[in-house]
């Protein structure tokens, strides 16, 4: 073999080998993938299943441990425990529930997400309670109906954008499938005030609502009405959304209701209908500044990232934007209410 053929036998063999391992490459990858694939539905099969079952009990057990201790707490917030809600609203709820009597409590939650933290979710299993839960995401329904709950309670999810003109519906619907209405909860970063202004709370006995800690503990303002407030629609960081504490204590106290506390954090304030407040040891009725020390950073800059704003910077950004402010009626800017 002369110089010539020995150089192009030697091209065809690396071309062949080269053809060889892309062959080769390609049936690792399917394999790998196809084995990646398996273990991925083994995990949702038969691990997230057990190990929300782990999470449950554990939350259970911290549930039950608290209570015997609930003589001692001084803050309602003392009751947290965090189990599938986003702050230990979980604790909250069952201590509630256990001061007041309410066994199974039957639950409207408004800005539910798509059910996998929540208010509503884990005194829906621990207590069997039934919920409506409600929420403009299009993964609402084919969450709860996936859910092992969905045939153990009374769960129904509604995808629906709620509006002061559209919430009473809501809770008709409840009393025609529940009987009556226990808990209510409200958190739709936005509207809020205005639905709670309009709906009917008949036989409730404990709400649950969010409000905007950077509004302050003393001023009595809420963003002004808009069916459609998206709230980062509205501004970019995040920020402008709600109404303060004292705006919701006021309406609520008009509705019936007393203020018994927050979770720790500072952004959702509890109430109960005042023929239950006696039931309750706590003093919520000097200072409301403890409420609002809101130290969680959430801002968000153009393109969606955090900026981690915290005291005044926060109010300096959406300076000027519009808040009504409930005592005149009167529109102003964040800017000239907090100067």
Known sequence: MDLLELKSSLRLNISDMNSNLKELTVVLTNFVTKRIKLLLMY?????RPELHNLRFLLGQAAVISSRS?????VNLWDAEIKVFSQWGEDGILDFLCEKIGISKPNIIEIGAGNFMECNSRFIAEFRNANVIAVDGRDDLAKAVKSSPLYWKSNLIPIVEWITPDSVNRIMDLGEEKFGKIDIFSLDLDGNDY??????????????????NPIFGASLKVTVPRNDKFDRYKSHFSGLYYGASLQA?????IAKGFNFIGTNRVGNNAFFVQSKHVTKFNFDTTSNYSKYVDWRIRESRGLKGELTYLSGGERLKLINDLPLLDLDTMQMHTV???FS
């Open 335 to 337: 800017g000239k209410l």
């Open 248 to 252: 919701f204590i006021d309406l609520m």
């Open 43 to 47: 995990f949702v099969k038969f691990v």
């Open 194 to 211: 205005w639905i709670l202004r309009d709906v009917s709370l008949r036989d409730v006995s404990i709400v649950v609502l969010e409000y």
């Open 69 to 73: 201790n609930s003589q001692n707490f």
